[in-house]
């Protein structure tokens, strides 16, 4: 069965700084990422995903991510955080063939003024 | 829109009282989820459907039920609440079609159990 951990719990990180979310996953098969965020009290809002061809995705708001299969990892980056990406980071895993999705724990990005 | 809509989005029940939760959706598409969101832990799946065929986890309790009446439609009912169950529970869509597999989330329904 597939599984997500995301090591950090909170990432505090100055406004402008650069910062990495970390992700890694586990899986018998090959499989699709996904980063979702969540703003209080809302519902998931997919990121950016890796389903097949190149390992570096990118969002529309500066996020990236990369696929690492040798080191089972899809961490996120973004270069330069605003206030406004304050919020609840989860990285998720998706078994190709199966409609299951798993979710990491998150990891809560606090942006510092 | 296409969108996936949960109501209501505030939801109180009494210990123990039946209480339905409701889920429709716009996109047409086969898969549909319900999952379990406490304070500060990752979203749990509970059970999924692709179309009619039900996926029940191993680990979800007997308490919870579903129902999909049809395409747009799902509903979770959770028969006797305890205060445990108190969450968020997010319903989400996704369609089996390769490149664009990915989930639709609603906004959730946070359930307080009193």
């Known amino acids: 069965a597939q599984s997500v951990t995301q090591l950090d719990s909170q990432v505090p990180v100055f406004e402008e700084a650069p910062v990495e979310l970390r992700c890694n996953y586990s899986?018998?098969?090959?499989?699709?990422l996904f980063w979702y965020v969540q703003y209080p009290n809302q519902g998931l809002q997919l990121l950016l995903k890796?389903?097949?061809?190149?390992?570096l995705v990118e969002s529309i708001n500066g996020f990236e991510a990369e696929f690492n299969k040798s080191q089972t990892s899809f961490h996120l980056r973004k270069p330069s955080v605003h206030i406004s990406d304050t919020a609840e980071y989860f990285c998720a895993v998706s078994d190709q063939g199966d409609d299951k999705i798993i979710f990491g724990k998150g990891t809560r990005l606090h942006i510092l003024p | 829109d296409a969108m996936v809509i949960q109501n209501p989005r505030y939801q109180v029940t009494q210990f123990g009282k039946p209480v339905t939760l409701s889920c429709s959706q716009t996109?047409?598409?086969?898969?549909m989820y319900w999952y379990q969101q406490k304070s500060s832990q990752a979203p749990k799946l509970l059970f999924h459907?692709?179309?009619?065929?039900?996926?029940n986890e191993a680990d979800t309790p007997d308490n919870f039920q579903s129902r999909r009446p049809n395409t747009s439609f799902c509903f979770l009912d959770i028969r006797s609440p305890g205060l445990g169950d108190a969450a968020m529970y997010l319903c989400?869509?996704?369609?089996?079609?390769?490149?664009?597999?990915?989930?639709?989330f609603g906004q959730g329904t946070r359930l307080t159990v009193v």
């Open positions: 890796y389903l097949s061809g190149s390992t």
């Open positions: 996109l047409n598409h086969n898969v």
């Open positions: 459907y692709y179309d009619k065929d039900f996926n």
């Open positions: 989400a869509t996704s369609t089996r079609t390769g490149l664009n597999t990915e989930a639709f």
């Open positions: 899986s018998s098969v090959s499989v699709y």
